[in-house]
């Protein structure tokens, strides 16, 4: 089945400077890919996704790239603020109609 | 005010009884899921319903039951039978299962001493 891997596990960044999370997935009839932001107590939260027929996607500060044939996709968040701090989920759907979650990565925004 | 709701936020129960956690949905969305989320282990799909009067099992069902006989409710039974049930749980919804955004509720702490 789907296998989500994502790195880092933990991030921090000056505030200001950018933020790059990376996942990687192993299945590949995958063609959805979302980015779920979670903050302390609460669920995760629909941030950006992207689907399998574009490369790269933009809202904002945030945006994000994939390379269908490396099998790879990122998040990229500019500009940071201290608002961005917050535990991030890249997920892959799966053949099976079910989504997989990479671990996670707890970025932390500097001050 | 549309959403996805649970209740309650923390529960504590001793070892050997077994707990339901409530799950509401006013979306009119036909999937509902249940994910367990335990330190640096991510989201890990326990059961999953695409319609009323059906469900499946995800990757960690041992333990755990559920029902749907409503489209807005899904309740999660954490029995005596799941070994480490203290955890974080999360239920979500779509409009269907598949690759569509999922929205999640609050969740639910649970802690079993």
């Known amino acids: 089945g789907e296998n989500v891997e994502q790195h880092p596990s933990t991030l921090s960044v000056q505030e200001g400077d950018s933020a790059v999370i990376k996942c990687t997935y192993s299945?590949?009839?995958?063609?959805?890919f979302p980015w779920y932001k979670q903050e302390l107590g609460k669920g995760p939260q629909l941030i950006i996704d992207?689907?399998?027929?574009?490369g790269e996607k933009k809202d904002q500060r945030i945006a994000v790239t994939l390379n269908k044939t490396a099998k790879h996709f990122s998040l990229h968040i500019t500009e940071t603020q201290p608002e961005d701090s917050a535990v991030y989920f890249c997920?892959?759907?799966?053949?099976?109609?079910?989504?997989?979650f990479g671990k996670g990565t707890r970025l932390h925004i500097l001050p | 005010d549309g959403g996805i709701t649970q209740s309650p936020k923390y529960l504590f129960r001793k070892e050997g009884q077994n707990v339901t956690l409530s799950c509401e949905q006013n979306?009119?969305?036909?999937?509902m899921y249940w994910y367990r989320q335990d330190p640096g282990q991510g989201l890990r799909l326990i059961y999953y319903?695409?319609?009323?009067?059906?469900?499946q099992k995800g990757d960690i069902a041992e333990g755990y039951s559920v029902s749907r006989e409503k489209k807005e409710s899904f309740p999660l039974t954490v029995t005596s039978a799941q070994k480490n049930p203290t955890a974080f749980y999360l239920c979500?919804?779509?409009?269907?299962?598949?690759?569509?955004?999922?929205?999640f509720g609050p969740g639910t702490r649970l802690t079993v001493t």
């Open positions: 979500a919804s779509s409009p269907r299962t598949g690759p569509y955004e999922q929205y």
């Open positions: 299945d590949s009839a995958s063609n959805y």
């Open positions: 992207i689907r399998s027929n574009v």
């Open positions: 997920a892959a759907s799966s053949r099976d109609d079910k989504i997989i």
């Open positions: 979306l009119n969305h036909d999937a």
């Open positions: 319903s695409q319609i009323v009067n059906d469900f």
